[in-house]
């Protein structure tokens, strides 16, 4: 089946800009989505992409895909104390999400 | 984007009994979807809900434990039979839905379960 990594957690100052990668194996996946989950909240989703775009901005979110290492990442500029939440990507396979294994991302004052 | 409600929103359960989580949703709705969030873990499908048939499970969730009803195209139930303090968990509910240029897959706020 699909394995989708991310690194456990990321910790940054309030206006620095965030980057939380992605690896996957399964090169198949129309759709590659981002997921943020707030303390004590459900799954909010923050922005997708499709296989065959490289890059989508949206805002202060850019997300990155390199198809041929298997990589997404999500870029998050002028990071707030807001965006502390767990965030999780996604790739879409035979008729279902595939989620990785989330990123803590902490923003300090 | 669709609405997804979730009840109850959290519970405290005893070992043994059973608790049916319900999901609606503010627009009809083709596939709808049920998760499991184990504590700090990510997210696992546990079922496809569909309507007008009996759901699909995926591999390690069986219909005994997991009945799920699909009634309509906005509305379906999950329950957690016999529970067991390993079914502590959150339980999300899921619906597909498009949003423009592509399938786009929304969550509810999710049913925060501990058996004790």
């Known amino acids: 089946g699909e394995d989708v990594e991310q690194s456990l957690f990321l910790s940054v100052r309030e206006g620095d800009s965030s980057v939380i990668n992605c690896t996957y194996t399964?090169?198949?996946?129309?759709?590659l989505y981002w997921y943020k989950q707030e303390p004590g909240a459900g799954l909010q989703l923050l922005t997708y992409?499709?296989?065959?775009?490289d890059m989508k901005q949206d805002q202060r979110l850019t997300v990155l895909l390199n198809k041929k290492d298997k990589h997404l990442s999500l870029r998050i500029a002028d990071t707030q104390t807001g965006d502390s939440a767990i965030y999780f990507c996604?790739?879409?396979?035979?008729?279902?999400?595939?989620f990785g294994t989330g990123t803590r991302l902490l923003v300090s004052p | 984007s669709a609405v997804i409600s979730q009840k109850p929103s959290r519970d405290i359960c005893q070992r043994g009994t059973s608790l049916t989580i319900q999901c609606q949703v503010d627009?009809?709705?083709?596939?709808m979807f049920w998760y499991r969030q184990q504590p700090g873990q990510s997210l696992t499908l546990i079922a496809t809900?569909?309507?007008?048939?009996?759901?699909?499970?995926e591999s390690g969730f069986v219909i005994d434990k997991f009945p799920i009803s699909r009634p309509n195209l906005t509305f379906s139930t999950l329950t957690v039979s016999n529970m067991s303090p390993e079914d502590s968990s959150i339980y999300l509910c899921?619906?597909?839905?498009?949003?423009?240029?592509?399938?786009?897959?929304?969550f509810g706020p999710g049913t925060r379960l501990l058996v004790l």
């Open positions: 899921s619906v597909e839905g498009t949003s423009g240029i592509g399938e786009t897959q929304y």
């Open positions: 399964d090169s198949s996946s129309t759709y």
């Open positions: 992409i499709f296989s065959n775009m």
């Open positions: 996604a790739l879409k396979g035979f008729q279902k999400l595939v």
């Open positions: 627009s009809q709705v083709t596939m």
């Open positions: 809900a569909n309507q007008g048939s009996e759901a699909t499970y």
